[in-house]
């Protein structure tokens, strides 16, 4: 199973893809490749929008991933910037969506939890287990790291999910 982590942002969309492996599913992962697609504050909203959407597109149609999964965002104190971000969080979840890949969303917290142990650790200590875990990987940005984390959590909690028939935790909260 090919995973695509998605760590959304208008200005820095962070990437990342792992190969899952093993019985029970993700229980193996292997780093394929990992990226931030960068915007241009300079440029239009939509303009930022439908370059966020061109660069997932890319990504989708060079590596062919059969499953998304996304970082749910938290609200921000600024509401014009939870705004935007949202709007570029909806073109993420969006783009893998238009090509039928099953897209499961995880709070920021779970995702934290499953890669580090720990549910508020920082950004570094992010990266730093996300090269433990996936030591070929080459994820240049912060953006990058935590979408690898993305798709490690994902793939630690598939198995899990296909036992409840659930696409993400939402449903089985529910």
Known sequence: MR???LDP???HTG???VD???NPPGSRLSFVAAGTIHTDPKQSLADRLVEIHDGLKQVIDLYQPTEAAVEETFVNKN???TLKL???RGVVLMTPASYKLPVAEYPANLIKKSVVGAGHAGKEQVQMMVR???PASSAESPDAADALAVAICHAHHLSSLRRW???DFREVAR
Request: without cysteine.
């Open 20 to 22: 899952a492996h093993g």
């Open 132 to 134: 433990v875990l996936l």
């Open 165 to 167: 028939g659930a696409k």
């Open 3 to 5: 995973l695509l982590g």
């Open 9 to 11: 942002g208008l200005q």
């Open 79 to 81: 509401p014009t910037s």
């Open 15 to 17: 990437w990342g893809i």
């Open 86 to 88: 949202g709007l570029a």
